[in-house]
């Protein structure tokens, strides 16, 4: 098993880990977040798998402006009586 | 190794979909469940041993191996379109929130 | 109870879908496994070879060389930008409308008179200044990202969204900012109509729609690909401004339900 193998291993185990925590998770806020870690490591596993369009588009879309669209959502001055 | 991840991050989205009652929950599990499709679809085109396929001086003629550009045409635009539906859906869950008060599909039954 | 019926569905679903793909007979349309796809049956070999419209069966394709190949099928070092906005433009223009759709559709449902929704943070020190310094770094990336998207990695979508984060950003770290959305709007519209006049001129100079009908020059040049970077530009102002849009109506909202 070459070094290569052993980080696809590890990726693709975190990558699962984080799904099953994301929509598991108590609070919104915290499966928002961790929506955003996975986005980052397919980052990963698109460049593995030799997609640098890809990847890039990805990490802007992805990890950025997704997770800024659900904070808008979530952080509004009517919900925060909520548990966001 | 990748391609068999890639097929369980699917499954969670799905099991997410099934399960959760919370509008920004189920809208994650979708975005769950594309990122795994993403996944899926560029580990279709890969070639072990493959470069990415771009022309460059240092790679720079076509009779070298390259990874299948298609896939990773396609899921360019996949992506895109993923934010689209993301924001499309996130609208109505703020129409919703503005007229139920709550993000849960139980509690608006209701009224 | 509920959850272990969707688990048991869904691993249902998973063995269906392994066994479809991993242990079904051979047959010549077989699923090959990860890591062994092979170019040469499928149409991506053309696609590499700028070789697609021209008659493959009958002689072998030079290859293309970079910095020497003249007048390509397509002028394209990115082998991913040629497939996206030459071979398979009437695909990206649909899909441009389907980002549009989608952007109108935020607008409908977060219309009426707005005004900055009261954000329940305050921006720190850093990021406020912080983002003064990024922005400027971060919309010449975007450009840089679709002018020399037939070149490098990225193009007119990782670019447009680039530069609508750059506008997220002046949203998070100032809590009165407000966007000009009439300029997004404009810039949305005319980006569009010019694809599909791009589109059009082909039609009328070369016999179908989003013919590419400049000369496509030498491979690996700035200046080359045709219409490739030009509509790749007009892409990337598209895609910027309408999420740039989408994100404006997300930080506003509606003056006194």
């Given at each position: 098993?070459?070094?290569?193998?052993?980080?696809?291993?590890?990726?693709?185990?975190?990558?699962?880990?984080?799904?099953?925590?994301?929509?598991?998770?108590?609070?919104?806020?915290?499966?928002?977040?961790?929506?955003?870690?996975?986005?980052?490591?397919?980052?990963?596993?698109?460049?593995?798998?030799?997609?640098?369009?890809?990847?890039?588009?990805?990490?802007?879309?992805?990890?950025?402006?997704?997770?800024?669209?659900?904070?808008?959502?979530?952080?509004?001055?009517?919900?925060?009586?909520?548990?966001? | 190794?990748?391609?068999?991840?890639?097929i369980?991050?699917?499954l969670?989205?799905?099991?997410?979909?099934?399960?959760?009652?919370?509008?920004?929950?189920?809208?994650?599990?979708?975005?769950?469940?594309?990122?795994?499709?993403?996944?899926?679809?560029?580990?279709?085109?890969?070639?072990?041993?493959?470069?990415?396929?771009?022309?460059?001086?240092?790679?720079?003629?076509?009779?070298?191996?390259?990874?299948?550009?298609?896939?990773?045409?396609?899921?360019?635009?996949?992506?895109?379109?993923?934010?689209?539906?993301?924001?499309?859906?996130?609208?109505?869950?703020?129409?919703?929130?503005?007229?139920?008060?709550?993000?849960?599909?139980?509690?608006?039954?209701?009224? | 109870?509920?959850?272990?019926?969707?688990?048991?569905?869904v691993l249902?679903l998973g063995a269906?879908i392994f066994?479809?793909?991993?242990?079904?007979?051979?047959?010549?349309?077989?699923?090959?496994?990860?890591?062994?796809?092979?170019?040469?049956?499928?149409?991506?070999?053309?696609?590499?070879?700028?070789?697609?419209?021209?008659?493959?069966?009958?002689?072998?394709?030079?290859?293309?060389?970079?910095?020497?190949?003249?007048?390509?099928?397509?002028?394209?070092?990115?082998?991913?930008?040629?497939?996206?906005?030459?071979?398979?433009?009437?695909?990206?223009?649909?899909?441009?409308?389907?980002?549009?759709?989608?952007?109108?559709?935020?607008?409908?449902?977060?219309?009426?008179?707005?005004?900055?929704?009261?954000?329940?943070?305050?921006?720190?020190?850093?990021?406020?200044?912080?983002?003064?310094?990024?922005?400027?770094?971060?919309?010449?990336?975007?450009?840089?990202?679709?002018?020399?998207?037939?070149?490098?990695?990225?193009?007119?979508?990782?670019?447009?969204?680039?530069?609508?984060?750059?506008?997220?950003?002046?949203?998070?770290?100032?809590?009165?900012?407000?966007?000009?959305?009439?300029?997004?709007?404009?810039?949305?519209?005319?980006?569009?109509?010019?694809?599909?006049?791009?589109?059009?001129?082909?039609?009328?100079?070369?016999?179908?729609?989003?013919?590419?009908?400049?000369?496509?020059?030498?491979?690996?040049?700035?200046?080359?690909?045709?219409?490739?970077?030009?509509?790749?530009?007009?892409?990337?102002?598209?895609?910027?401004?309408?999420?740039?849009?989408?994100?404006?109506?997300?930080?506003?909202?509606?003056?006194?339900?």
């Amino acid at each position: 098993m070459s070094l290569m193998d052993i980080l696809e291993l590890v990726l693709g185990i975190a990558m699962v880990v984080l799904g099953v925590v994301a929509v598991n998770a108590k609070k919104k806020i915290t499966s928002v977040i961790l929506l955003s870690a996975l986005s980052m490591l397919a980052v990963v596993a698109f460049v593995i798998m030799r997609a640098p369009d890809v990847a890039i588009t990805e990490a802007v879309i992805g990890s950025g402006l997704v997770t800024g669209l659900f904070v808008f959502t979530l952080f509004t001055k009517k919900n925060e009586g909520e548990d966001a | 190794m990748i391609q068999y991840f890639a097929i369980a991050l699917m499954l969670v989205g799905v099991y997410g979909l099934l399960t959760q009652k919370n509008v920004i929950k189920l809208i994650v599990s979708l975005n769950i469940f594309e990122v795994g499709l993403n996944v899926f679809i560029i580990s279709v085109g890969y070639v072990s041993g493959g470069i990415a396929p771009i022309l460059t001086s240092q790679n720079n003629t076509s009779a070298l191996l390259y990874v299948d550009p298609l896939p990773q045409a396609l899921v360019l635009t996949s992506i895109v379109i993923g934010v689209g539906v993301t924001a499309l859906a996130l609208a109505f869950a703020r129409r919703l929130h503005n007229q139920y008060g709550t993000y849960n599909l139980d509690e608006m039954e209701g009224e | 109870m509920k959850q272990a019926v969707s688990i048991v569905l869904v691993l249902l679903l998973g063995a269906f879908i392994f066994t479809a793909l991993y242990f079904a007979d051979s047959s010549p349309l077989q699923f090959k496994p990860y890591g062994d796809a092979d170019l040469s049956g499928r149409v991506s070999q053309g696609y590499v070879d700028k070789n697609v419209t021209a008659d493959a069966a009958s002689e072998e394709p030079a290859a293309v060389v970079y910095g020497e190949t003249k007048n390509a099928e397509t002028g394209s070092a990115n082998i991913v930008t040629s497939v996206v906005v030459n071979y398979r433009s009437f695909d990206t223009l649909g899909e441009v409308t389907v980002l549009f759709v989608a952007a109108l559709g935020v607008g409908l449902l977060l219309s009426g008179k707005r005004r900055r929704q009261e954000a329940a943070f305050q921006p720190s020190f850093i990021l406020k200044h912080g983002v003064r310094i990024v922005l400027g770094i971060m919309v010449i990336f975007g450009v840089y990202l679709f002018t020399h998207g037939h070149l490098t990695p990225g193009g007119g979508f990782s670019g447009g969204s680039i530069i609508a984060a750059a506008v997220l950003l002046l949203y998070v770290s100032d809590n009165a900012f407000k966007a000009k959305v009439k300029a997004f709007k404009i810039a949305e519209g005319v980006a569009g109509s010019l694809y599909v006049v791009a589109g059009l001129l082909g039609l009328a100079l070369g016999g179908y729609f989003l013919y590419n009908f400049l000369p496509t020059g030498v491979v690996g040049d700035l200046l080359s690909a045709g219409i490739v970077p030009i509509v790749y530009i007009l892409i990337g102002l598209k895609v910027g401004s309408e999420i740039s849009g989408v994100i404006a109506g997300f930080a506003t909202e509606e003056e006194a339900l």
